[in-house]
């Protein structure tokens, strides 16, 4: 949600592009159009015209700009390290596409270069992806990303295409353009529904793991690991659908506060339309229970902010620290009290504050028991313990098991009754999980060791 200063982003951007894409091309890659160096596998600068990374490791080096409608396919099972020196970040911009589709036994890996036990938050930007779809922003000028990256998103095309993420692992991304504004680990500008997301984990975070700047694309099945800001962060009148997310909090978090979901309508918090209003359903939202002194940052399960709307069903909050269900302003209270957002057939089970109104939301809700007894109304189940919701080993932060017990009051009270039935797939459990994990295969939850 931090603003980039323009002259800030325009220096930034002036340093970090060059002229042309510098790969080694071996026999197997597509060679056509754009600068092309024999040597190591680099990628730098502008990728103009369409490329095929073949399976391998690629060094990004500097901010790398897909632009002029050209695609970047990369073939399944290829890491992708972000210089030490230089670092790197991947950005996708209107009209062109990212093509990174791997497979469950050959995920493709952006990660840090630096050696295993050195990784850390940080070390390199992340991805950025920009298309065409609708924001709540003035469309001319068009909107600029943050992250100091200088361009521009967001249009009028709800089913723009900007390729395929899935089986993709994005790990220690988070590098400060300038105090306040990291690039998140995916960052989604206006991009639309005709784009693929599926499979994604974002690990190690210096910022969000997700944000999304409106647009309308949709998603399944993503991980969120030891992220420092928030989990999943919505703003500008994102109005997509995502099923199955899982997120697992690490120490420490961010001197802001760090929430498993952050939405806002817009940074004013005013009436601007396209409503931000995301449709969520089988998530497990995981705080640290008992995190304390300097990283009680870790904040919110849900933080709904700014006049926003939102759909919120089927879904586990575990563990947080500051309150599970918040609603801040009275805009995005009346909202949910009328109707046009929803927070039904959840389990909440957090630290402290099952259910918070602030900021204002107090003038609909006078008390967090009003809002208790409507979610209570509507489906939702609150439990005295993180321990009653019966996940087998959800805390276990390099080998998690988020599947229910037996017997498990997850595995049980999940309404699908509404929902768009083209894209959600109905269960009978509630959270990310129930007797199948679809996690295994693609997946790491030890990133910081691996050997790549």
């Known amino acids: 949600m931090k603003l980039v200063k323009q002259f800030a982003v325009v220096a930034l951007s002036a340093l970090t592009i060059t002229s042309c894409i510098k790969v080694d091309v071996g026999d197997d890659i597509n060679t056509g159009g754009g600068g092309v160096v024999p040597g190591d596998n680099i990628l730098n600068g502008t990728i103009d015209q369409s490329r095929t990374l073949t399976k391998g490791t690629w060094t990004l080096k500097g901010y790398v700009y897909v632009n002029n409608g050209a695609t970047l396919t990369i073939e399944p099972g290829t890491v992708i390290k972000s210089d030490v020196a230089d670092k790197g970040a991947l950005i996708v911009e209107r009209g062109s596409k990212l093509i990174a589709d791997g497979k469950a ?55 723009d295409n900007s390729g395929i993420l899935r089986y993709v692992r994005i790990e220690f991304s988070g590098i400060a353009a300038e105090p306040g504004s990291e690039i998140n680990g995916l960052t989604l500008g206006g ?62 978090a961010d001197t802001d506060q760090a929430n498993g979901i952050e939405c806002d309508n817009n940074g004013a918090g005013d009436a601007a339309e396209p409503f931000t209003r995301p449709v969520l359903s089988n998530f497990t939202l995981i705080g640290p229970y008992d995190t304390t002194g300097s990283n009680s940052n870790h904040g919110f399960s849900n933080r709904w902010r700014k006049a926003t709307r939102f759909v919120f069903r089927n879904s586990i909050l575990l563990g947080h620290r500051k309150a599970g269900f918040s609603m801040e302003t ?53 439990l005295a313990s993180r321990d009653d919701v019966q996940l087998t080993d959800p805390f276990n932060l ?28 109905p269960t009978t459990h509630v959270g990310a999980f129930g007797t199948t994990n679809w996690l295994q295969g693609w997946t790491s939850f030890n990133p910081k060791t691996n050997s790549y």
């Open 191 to 252: 991009v639309g529904s005709g784009t693929i997301i599926e499979n994604v984990q974002v690990s190690f975070g210096g910022d969000d793991a997700y944000e999304f700047f409106g647009g309308t694309v949709n998603c399944k099945n993503l991980v969120a690991l030891g992220t420092m800001d928030d989990d999943f962060d919505f703003d500008f009148g994102y109005s997509g659908k995502i099923q199955n997310a899982v997120s697992l909090r690490d120490k420490p």
């Open 105 to 159: 036994d050959a995920p493709i890996v952006f990660t840090s270069g630096k050696a295993a036990g050195e990784r850390a938050p940080g070390d390199w930007g992340g991805i950025i992806i920009l298309g065409n779809a609708p924001t709540n922003r003035p469309t001319s000028p068009a909107p600029i990303i943050e992250g100091g990256v200088n361009r521009p998103y967001g249009g009028t095309v709800a089913n």
């Open 398 to 425: 390099t080998a998690p098991n988020f599947l229910p017990k037996a017997g498990s009051p997850a595995l049980t009270g999940a309404d699908f009754s509404g929902l768009d039935a083209a894209f959600f797939s």
């Open 330 to 382: 009275a805009a995005t209270a009346q909202a949910y009290k009328d109707g046009q957002s929803e927070f039904k057939n959840n389990i909440v089970a957090v630290f402290t504050k099952p259910y918070n109104v602030a900021g204002g939301a107090e003038t609909v809700f006078a008390t967090a028991d009003l809002v208790k007894a409507k979610a209570e109304s509507e489906g939702s189940r609150t």
